[in-house]
């Protein structure tokens, strides 16, 4: 079966400093890949998706970049944090059931900011 | 702009009674709609999906509804229960082929809490 790793699940940051939220999946192969942030009292927000090794495709602008090393590993980077990235940072890989697709999520990982 | 928007931010009701959580959308695009739910400090999980081909997809206590017409979708719990407290989010997708990549924009959820 496949399952979606995400790591740290807290993190406790400085305004400036540098950050990586790292994701892996196991149990598939070429997945298409997403990372989402939930803002305080907002939805989820797609951030990158990926749909390969080296292939990143970014939603919004942003301090924050993306990287995928890997068929299975997906690494979320800022070079230095700003207190409006606070939030809960969310790994997604899809399966596509015909036409239609079906996101699966990690456990997340909440970022402060201070 | 908020293509997909969830109203409600919470919805209180017994256990036992049904829990209606609404969702409107505002791209007519959209041709596949999803619904998670979440609890504090994890992943949302998948609960339940419908394609724009139907108007209804039941699974358990679950059913979703769809109104093309009216942008609109609605998820039913029947019988609520008090595990079903979570935070509920809707999701709009365009068909996995072409350039949507799976891609899926979220409304910005409904608390549910569900009292014994």
């Known amino acids: 079966s496949q399952t979606i790793h995400q790591w740290p699940a807290t993190l406790v940051q400085p305004v400036g400093s540098p950050l990586s939220l790292e994701c892996t999946v196991e149990?598939?192969?070429?997945?298409?890949l997403y990372w989402y942030r939930q803002a305080a009292g907002r939805g989820l927000q797609l951030l990158f998706y990926?749909?390969?090794?080296?292939?990143i495709s970014s939603e919004v602008p942003q301090n924050l970049s993306a990287s995928r090393p890997q068929d299975r590993q997906f690494i979320l980077s800022s070079k230095k944090l700003l207190l409006s990235d606070s939030g809960f940072y969310l790994c997604?890989?899809?399966?596509?059931?015909?036409?239609?697709?079906?996101?699966?999520f990690g456990q997340g990982t909440r970022l402060t900011v201070v | 702009d908020q293509q997909v928007k969830q109203n409600s931010p919470s919805l209180s009701v017994q256990e036992g009674r049904i829990s209606i959580l609404n969702c409107d959308y505002t791209?007519?695009?959209?041709?596949?709609f999803l619904w998670y739910k979440k609890y504090p400090a994890e992943g949302p999980t998948f609960l339940i999906s419908?394609?724009?081909?139907?108007d209804k997809n039941e699974d358990g206590r679950f059913t979703v509804f769809l109104n093309k017409s009216a942008k609109h979708l609605s998820l039913h719990i029947v019988p609520s229960q008090p595990g079903d407290s979570a935070v509920y989010f809707c999701?709009?997708?365009?068909?996995?082929?072409?350039?949507?990549?799976?891609?899926?924009?979220f409304g910005q959820g409904t608390i549910l809490t569900v009292h014994p």
């Open positions: 990926s749909v390969g090794i080296g292939q």
């Open positions: 149990g598939t192969s070429n997945p298409n």
């Open positions: 997604a890989w899809n399966r596509f059931r015909g036409l239609f697709t079906e996101a699966f």
């Open positions: 999701a709009a997708a365009i068909h996995a082929g072409g350039t949507s990549y799976g891609k899926l924009t």
């Open positions: 419908i394609s724009s081909i139907k």
């Open positions: 791209n007519s695009m959209f041709d596949y």
